[in-house]
């Protein structure tokens, strides 16, 4: 099993920043795909950014030039800086990850907890 720990929401105004950090942990052998996810009330979720083992990064639309995700592989972790956050960006912002067991298998890990971004003034 993997688990993984959202941190780092919070209320913000409209143009500020915040940086979500995510953790996994457990039986994993290596991490390859590492993304941020988000649902905002109503809707489904949908992802923001995710970056491969290989660097490669991707980002909806909505959040190209705003959002920045990285990752450290020592340590299992994936940040998102959000710079100019709008109110649309309010959401429950979850991670996720593609990982190998250690028996060779590819899994994605389940849902954490997610953490809270609220955009408003």
């Known amino acids: 099993q993997v688990q993984l720990v959202e941190s780092g929401g919070g209320l913000v105004q409209p143009g500020g920043t915040l940086r979500l950090s995510c953790a996994a942990s457990?039986?994993?052998?290596?991490?390859?795909?590492m993304g941020w996810y988000r649902q905002a009330p109503g809707k489904q979720r949908e992802l923001v950014a995710i970056?491969?083992?290989?660097?490669?990064?991707n980002y909806a639309d909505s959040v190209k030039g705003r959002f920045t995700i990285s990752r450290d592989n020592t340590n299992n972790t994936v940040s998102l800086q959000m710079n100019s956050l709008k109110p649309e960006d309010t959401a429950v912002y979850y991670c996720?990850?593609?990982?190998?067991?250690?028996?060779?298998?590819?899994?994605?890990?389940?849902w954490g907890q997610g953490t809270q971004v609220t955009v408003s003034s």
């Open positions: 996720n990850v593609d990982y190998v067991t250690y028996s060779g298998n590819i899994q994605r890990a389940s």
């Open positions: 457990g039986s994993i052998f290596r991490i390859r795909a």
């Open positions: 970056t491969t083992s290989g660097g490669t990064t």
